[in-house]
């Protein structure tokens, strides 16, 4: 069997994998409800990998890569839709990630995440941050929320994605995206200009960096409303990771900033579902009240989770208490539960069992 880059493509999605991986010596590798499985087929050697690369980047892209030896960008492949390729060296050889791109936005209810986020999206200034590892939902959430600001509210949205992963139509907002190495050289280079073109939202794929974080507090604390992803994988470790990249002098003043800035941080699982049907998504949700912040500025983030723990009213929770909930529901097992806690005494404490993990 030849493989061709269609072929591929379409096997992934009518298999419904979110990820092709194609990697010398093995058939083309699906991920398939978090897992990555093989497919029935030759294995890719260089010729063939040399091959699809020639029909997946064209000549700007591939004098690009050549050049550069890594790359990653976003394009259409006819009615399969958008997908988000990541192409790289190992060994000599070139090798390449995909991840296939939604072609419409879920609802809050397919996504299953919890009311408060469309709560979130009525915000018109301040920090909202969506954290997580990768592969687990951010940049789907971060789209919801940008598709229900088009539908519901007359506004300017100005999102910088690397790179972009959905389209959105102007609706009720005008909706501009720009994408690393295709509009903008950087985020950083972006967030200089972008506070010019009139925004009402800004949305940063990620932030990655002291300058892209200083230049979005600075946004939110200027009447914007910010959004952002992170990889961190809850609430008290955005907020390390937000102001240790700064140097100790500045540690301080970014603290009172954050403090006065921050709406929430939406933190994010996808875990495998219990009875093997794909995946199921876990929240953490911590809304700054004046308590929190308080706690933020104070530089007392080990009392956020007790905060939290209380605030069920506010619509806040715990990640180990989404895990608990879930578990409790039958929608995950006991060891999924634990092995994902930060506190795994939590759960075992509270559903009454006392096994350790498999």
């Given at each position: 069997?030849?493989?061709?880059?269609?072929?591929?493509?379409?096997?992934?999605?009518?298999?419904?994998?979110?990820?092709?991986?194609?990697?010398?010596?093995?058939?083309?590798?699906?991920?398939?409800?978090?897992?990555?499985?093989?497919?029935?087929?030759?294995?890719?050697d260089e010729a063939a990998l040399r091959g699809l690369i020639d029909e997946l980047l064209p000549p700007a892209k591939r004098k690009q890569f050549e050049e550069e030896w890594q790359l990653c960008f976003s394009r259409y492949w006819g009615?399969?839709?958008?997908?988000?390729a990541s192409v790289y060296y190992h060994g000599g050889c070139p090798e390449m990630a995909i991840r296939l791109c939604e072609s419409s936005v879920r609802s809050a209810e397919q996504l299953r995440l919890p009311p408060v986020v469309d709560?979130?999206?009525?915000?018109?200034?301040?920090?909202?941050?969506?954290?997580?590892?990768?592969?687990?939902?951010?940049?789907?959430?971060?789209?919801?929320?940008?598709?229900?600001?088009?539908?519901?509210?007359?506004?300017?949205?100005?999102?910088?994605?690397?790179?972009?992963?959905?389209?959105?139509?102007?609706?009720?907002?005008?909706?501009?995206?720009?994408?690393?190495?295709?509009?903008?050289?950087?985020?950083?280079?972006?967030?200089?200009?972008?506070?010019?073109?009139?925004?009402?939202?800004?949305?940063?794929?990620?932030?990655?960096?002291?300058?892209?974080?200083?230049?979005?507090?600075?946004?939110?604390?200027?009447?914007?409303?910010?959004?952002?992803?992170?990889?961190?994988?809850?609430?008290?470790?955005?907020?390390?990771?937000?102001?240790?990249?700064?140097?100790?002098?500045?540690?301080?003043?970014?603290?009172?900033?954050?403090?006065?800035?921050?709406?929430?941080?939406?933190?994010?699982?996808?875990?495998?579902?219990?009875?093997?049907?794909?995946?199921?998504?876990?929240?953490?949700?911590?809304?700054?009240?004046?308590?929190?912040?308080?706690?933020?500025?104070?530089?007392?983030e080990h009392h956020i989770y007790n905060e939290m723990q209380t605030g069920r009213k506010l619509q806040m929770q715990t990640m180990d208490s989404a895990l608990l909930e879930l578990y409790q529901r039958g929608e995950i097992t006991y060891?999924?539960?634990?092995?994902?806690?930060?506190?795994?005494?939590?759960?075992?404490?509270?559903?009454?069992?006392?096994?350790?993990?498999?």
């Open positions: 069997m030849s493989w061709t880059l269609d072929k591929i493509l379409r096997g992934a999605r009518k298999h419904g994998a979110s990820d092709v991986h194609l990697v010398r010596g093995v058939a083309p590798l699906f991920r398939l409800n978090g897992e990555i499985q093989p497919i029935r087929g030759e294995p890719l009615e399969l839709g958008r997908f988000r709560e979130l999206t009525r915000v018109t200034s301040g920090l909202i941050l969506v954290t997580g590892p990768t592969g687990m939902g951010k940049t789907t959430t971060l789209n919801y929320m940008i598709d229900v600001i088009n539908r519901q509210r007359r506004a300017k949205i100005v999102t910088i994605e690397d790179p972009v992963e959905y389209v959105h139509e102007n609706i009720r907002s005008v909706v501009v995206q720009q994408e690393v190495r295709t509009d903008v050289h950087s985020f950083k280079d972006a967030l200089r200009h972008v506070l010019r073109q009139d925004p009402d939202v800004i949305v940063i794929g990620e932030m990655r960096d002291l300058e892209t974080i200083e230049t979005a507090l600075i946004a939110a604390e200027t009447g914007h409303l910010v959004m952002a992803t992170l990889h961190t994988p809850d609430s008290v470790q955005t907020l390390h990771r937000i102001y240790s990249v700064f140097p100790a002098a500045q540690q301080n003043a970014i603290i009172v900033q954050l403090s006065g800035c921050l709406q929430a941080v939406v933190a994010q699982k996808l875990l495998p579902r219990a009875d093997g049907q794909g995946r199921v998504l876990a929240c953490e949700v911590c809304v700054a009240t004046p308590a929190i912040r308080n706690l933020i500025r104070e530089r007392k060891d999924v539960a634990l092995a994902n806690a930060r506190d795994p005494s939590f759960i075992r404490h509270r559903s009454g069992e006392a096994r350790t993990p498999v």
